[in-house]
């Protein structure tokens, strides 16, 4: 079975750009999560979807970053324009709504703004 | 303020040796606390633990909860290079995960 997707992998742009990460939930998965991971704050919840509604969006940084999910396969976090401080690792995790509480990782983007 | 604090932020034994790392939390509204493995990719998980005094265990990892305290530990008997990994825990209330900062363990051969 796939697992979580997300494109790109690695991500290399210079200040003021705009930029697009998208992410592919595991199919059936009804909660989506996307994580920004430093060294110095290290895993940090940016904002959390379930049915594809954005239900607490209190950790994304400032106006420049916003994330949609226009249906259950599929969501976009775009930070414009870009910043250094952005640069970070960002990970969509997506989990079900049944008993466990276990979220499911994809392999994350390592974005670096230059 | 809800928090996580683990400990020790970083620990390096020799291959064979076993380990404890510890998880402490101070949380509104517990529901379960997560371990979860980070190599350098994403995090993959190992547990979850919802019982106190209730051990899970796969392999040579295994782990508890104290609810009443308010910790929980993870052991890895006879460490191995593999197991080289930084170690998150998170517990979870209502719908999100609070993170700890994580356990940087180093296995020398």
């Known amino acids: 079975d796939a697992g979580v997707i997300q494109s790109p992998r690695h991500e290399v742009t210079e200040m003021g750009q705009e930029v697009t990460l998208r992410c592919k939930p595991i199919s059936g998965h009804n909660s989506l999560f996307w994580y920004r991971q430093t060294m110095m704050r290290g895993l940090e919840l940016l904002i959390y979807?379930?049915?594809?509604?954005?239900?607490?969006d209190s950790g994304m940084p400032e106006d420049r970053f916003s994330a949609k999910m226009p249906n259950a396969s599929f969501s976009t976090l775009k930070i414009q324009p870009s910043e250094p401080r952005d640069s970070a690792v960002y990970f969509c995790?997506?989990?079900?709504?049944?008993?466990?509480?276990?979220?499911?990782f994809g392999p994350g983007t390592r974005l670096t703004v230059l | 303020e809800d928090k996580v604090v683990q400990s020790p932020l970083s620990l390096v034994v020799h291959e064979g040796d076993t380990v404890t790392l510890n998880c402490s939390y101070e949380?509104?509204?517990?529901?379960?606390l997560l371990w979860y493995k980070q190599e350098k990719k994403a995090p993959t998980f190992l547990f979850m633990l919802t019982s106190s005094g209730i051990e899970k265990k796969s392999g040579r990892l295994s782990s508890i909860l104290d609810k009443k305290e308010l910790f929980s530990i993870l052991n890895i008997t006879a460490t191995q290079t593999g197991d080289s990994a930084v170690y998150l825990c998170a517990y979870n209330s209502n719908y999100q995960l609070i993170w700890g900062a994580g356990t940087k363990l180093i296995i020398k051969p």
């Open positions: 995790a997506s989990k079900t709504s049944g008993n466990s509480d276990e979220q499911f």
């Open positions: 949380v509104t509204n517990f529901r379960s």
């Open positions: 979807f379930n049915n594809n509604v954005p239900i607490d």
